[in-house]
């Protein structure tokens, strides 16, 4: 069965405390997505990766790391440096397309943290 | 920087009412551009796709977007909606750049 597997579902941490979400994919896809998704919001992009061992940030980076050592995985590690890490967060994936362009993104399930 | 803005945030209507629901992007290059829907409860899915062509698209469910490459648009539209249409729904913008962008998203709500 293909698709973007999420784990956990739920996640609750102390705060202070780093913690990692995983990602995998079995899509083949080169693209990898984490969002945040928080009401009213929409889903903003934490960290994309277009290649194996590249990625870039997005434009809310700071307070999350991410690493891209194999292609059907993309973790992502939420710091203690994050101000406000409680919230559902999105991993996606999508083929490259002509022009550089992905084509459209599979999401995972996702997965709410949250920190007390 | 590329960014996208969806201009309405909730939208209400009754069955059998019209859709149109905005969406307009900044990027100067060129875009792949998408309409995400998600129902309560589910997975963000993809509802319809431009990539290059016609620039009236179809979707799944009766839905359509029209790109206005000179406005920067991706408009929604859905001539008559259905109770089972309420869902939030998203604008994206994908560039050269590898980067997806998203709206704010709106939420669709229609009543019986």
């Known amino acids: 069965d293909g698709g973007i597997t999420q784990s956990p579902k739920y996640l609750f941490r102390k705060e202070g405390q780093n913690v990692t979400l995983s990602c995998e994919q079995n899509?083949?896809?080169?693209?990898m997505y984490w969002y945040r998704q928080d009401p009213g919001q929409g889903l903003r992009l934490i960290y994309y990766?277009?290649?194996?061992?590249?990625?870039q940030k997005g434009d809310i980076a700071e307070g999350y790391s991410v690493s891209r050592e194999k292609k059907e995985s993309f973790p992502l590690t939420v710091t203690s440096a994050q101000k406000n890490p409680t919230a559902f967060y999105l991993c996606?994936?999508?083929?490259?397309?002509?022009?550089?362009?992905?084509?459209?993104?599979?999401f995972g399930q996702g997965t709410r943290l949250t920190v007390v | 920087a590329q960014s996208v803005s969806q201009h309405n945030h909730h939208v209400i209507l009754s069955e059998a009412a019209s859709l149109e629901l905005g969406c307009n992007y900044s990027?100067?290059?060129?875009?792949?551009l998408f309409w995400y829907v998600q129902y309560p409860g589910q997975h963000l899915q993809l509802l319809l796709k431009?990539?290059?062509?016609?620039?009236l698209v179809k979707g799944i469910k009766g839905f359509e977007a029209e790109f206005i490459k000179s406005k920067f648009s991706f408009n929604l539209r859905k001539p008559s909606v259905q109770w089972s249409d309420t869902a939030e729904y998203f604008c994206?913008?994908?560039?050269?750049?590898?980067?997806?962008?998203f709206g704010d998203g709106t939420t669709l709500t229609v009543k019986p």
């Open positions: 996606a994936s999508s083929m490259m397309g002509e022009g550089n362009k992905n084509t459209e993104a599979f």
């Open positions: 899509l083949n896809h080169d693209a």
């Open positions: 990766s277009q290649i194996v061992n590249d990625f």
């Open positions: 990027y100067g290059g060129t875009v792949n």
């Open positions: 431009y990539f290059s062509g016609d620039p």
């Open positions: 994206a913008v994908n560039t050269n750049a590898g980067k997806s962008t």
